[in-house]
C-alpha cells in the first residue's frame, strides 16, 4: 500500500481516484492548476447573465455504475427520471418517444407503440454484428445508415455519445455504449437530472468527502514536470518548489491527453480532438415541457428544459466554430422556439464552446489510448482518454479514477 499518492487534476477523473484511494485509507493530495475543481463538469455562477450555469451540459443514465457507486461514496443519492425519450424531426415537426420501461432487459423492442416509429424487430437485430464484433470499424461499415432506426435514433444516439460524426466513430466504443444501456433495458437507461448543478452532484461533496477524511486539495499548483527515474517517479517540480517522492508514494497523472503527452516521455495519446457547443437561454420553458428532448435535421441536437432556463446541446461541433457567437445563439434560439412552441423573443443567453472537449472517437484515435499502468511503478494514468472501453463521458472520466487508484494500490 503506498504511503502518500499525489494526484494531479481535480477533474472527475482525479477526484474518482482521490476517493477511492481515501476509502482505502490512503492519505492524498490533489494538486489543481486552476481555482476550481471538476474540469468539464462544473458550475458556476456566470457575471454575464446572472444565471447559475454548467460549463457543459452532461447526460447521466442510471446504467453508468462507476458514476453511480462514485456519487454514493460521496454521500448523494441519485434521483432518476423515467426511461422515456422525446425526439422531434426538426426538417418537418414529426416527434415521438422511445419508451424503454424499467425492466433489465431490451423488451421494448418487441412492441411497436414503445420502439422507434418505423422500426421492425429485424432491424434491432442487424445490430448483432456490432454488438459482437471484435474488430474496430468505422461504423459506416457496420450499420445500415439508410434504415429509420439509424436516422431516429442511432445516428443521434451516437453523435452525442461519441462527440464525432457517426460514420467515422468507433464501433467498439458505440457496441459498449449499447451494452451498458439499451441492452440492459429501462432499468440502465433512466435519465440524472442536475437540476441544481453537476458541481453540487458531482464535485462539490467530492471535495468534502476528501477533506472530512483528511484528503488536501491545493489549487492554483500547477504541475511543471515529473522527475522520472529508474522505475519510478522520483519528484514532482511545481512553479512553488519540488516535492520529492519518498520510496511509498504514488502519482496519479489525471491531466487532459495533451498535457499527459507532454509531461510522460513516449507516452502515446490521442491527438485528435472535438468541440461541443452548450447555450443557456435565461427563460422558463413552456409547462410541460419534457426534461430532455432530442432534435433530428437541425443544429440544435438536445434541449434541456431546466426549471429556470433552457439548456441545448450541440455536439461535433467542428463545423461550428467559426461563426460568430451571436449568430449561433439566434439561429438555434429559432430552432428551440419552433420545437417547444413557444413565442418569444431572444433572451439572456451564455455560449460555452469547448474547443478539445474530447477526443475524435475514431477506431484510430481509440488505438490511440493507453491504459492506467506506465513504465514507471509508482505513476498511473487517469482521465476519460485512457483506455475505458467508452468514449469521453462522465462514466469513462469516473471509470478511469477508479483504475488507476486500483493500478496504484497494486502496484
Known amino acids: 500500500m503506498p504511503r502518500h499518492v499525489h494526484i494531479i487534476g481535480a477533474g472527475l477523473a482525479g477526484l474518482s481516484a482521490a476517493v477511492r484511494l481515501t476509502e482505502a485509507g490512503i492519505p492524498v493530495t490533489v494538486h489543481e492548476a486552476t481555482r476550481q475543481a471538476g474540469g468539464r463538469c462544473r458550475s458556476y455562477d456566470d457575471v454575464q447573465t446572472g444565471m447559475h450555469i454548467d460549463n457543459g451540459t452532461h447526460l447521466m443514465l442510471s446504467g453508468n455504475y462507476s458514476a453511480v457507486d462514485y456519487l454514493k461514496a460521496i454521500g448523494v443519492r441519485p434521483t432518476f427520471a423515467p426511461a422515456d425519450f422525446h425526439f422531434v424531426d426538426g426538417a418537418n415537426g414529426e416527434s415521438w418517444v422511445l419508451r424503454l420501461g424499467d425492466g ?3 423488451l421494448w423492442i418487441f412492441d411497436s407503440s414503445r420502439r422507434v416509429p418505423g422500426t421492425g424487430l429485424m432491424d434491432y437485430l442487424k445490430l448483432v454484428p456490432l454488438l459482437l464484433g471484435s474488430q474496430d470499424k468505422p461504423l459506416r461499415e457496420v450499420v445500415d445508415r439508410n434504415s429509420e432506426l439509424y436516422r431516429r435514433l442511432l445516428d443521434p444516439l451516437m453523435i452525442a455519445a461519441l462527440n464525432i460524426d457517426t460514420p467515422s466513430g468507433s464501433s467498439k466504443l458505440a457496441a459498449q455504449i449499447a451494452r451498458e444501456t439499451l ?12 437540476e441544481q ?17 483528511g484528503g488536501t486539495i491545493r489549487f492554483e499548483h500547477e504541475l511543471e514536470k515529473l522527475k522520472l527515474g529508474d522505475g519510478r517517479a522520483e519528484a514532482l517540480v511545481f512553479k512553488d518548489g519540488e516535492v520529492p517522492l519518498g520510496p511509498d508514494d504514488a502519482v496519479v497523472l489525471a491531466l487532459p491527453a495533451w498535457a499527459a503527452g507532454n509531461l510522460v516521455p513516449g507516452l502515446t495519446v490521442p491527438n485528435e480532438f472535438r468541440a461541443i457547443i452548450n447555450i443557456h437561454y435565461d427563460l422558463p420553458p413552456p409547462v410541460g415541457s419534457p426534461f430532455m428532448t ?13 426549471k429556470n432556463r433552457i439548456s441545448i446541446t450541440i455536439s461535433h461541433a467542428d463545423r461550428l466554430l467559426t461563426q460568430s457567437r451571436q449568430e449561433i445563439a439566434e439561429t438555434v434560439w429559432a430552432e428551440v422556439t419552433a420545437i417547444l412552441g413557444m413565442d418569444a423573443a431572444l433572451p439572456t443567453w451564455q455560449l460555452v464552446r469547448e474547443r478539445r472537449a474530447t477526443f475524435a472517437a475514431t477506431p484510430e484515435q481509440n488505438a490511440r489510448r493507453p491504459g492506467p499502468r506506465t513504465a514507471w511503478r509508482n505513476l498511473a494514468l487517469a482521465g476519460d482518454w485512457t483506455a475505458t472501453g467508452l468514449p469521453a463521458t462522465i462514466e469513462g472520466s469516473i471509470r478511469s479514477g477508479a483504475r488507476a487508484a486500483q493500478t496504484i494500490r497494486n502496484a
Open 183 to 194: 441492452c440492459r433495458g429501462g432499468q440502465a437507461c433512466r435519465p440524472l437530472v442536475f
Open 197 to 213: 448543478g453537476l458541481s453540487t452532484a458531482f464535485v462539490d461533496p467530492a471535495l468534502t468527502f476528501l477533506q472530512s477524511r
Open 294 to 306: 432530442g432534435v433530428i435535421n437541425r443544429h440544435v441536437e438536445w434541449i434541456f428544459a431546466f
Open 104 to 106: 433489465s432487459l431490451p
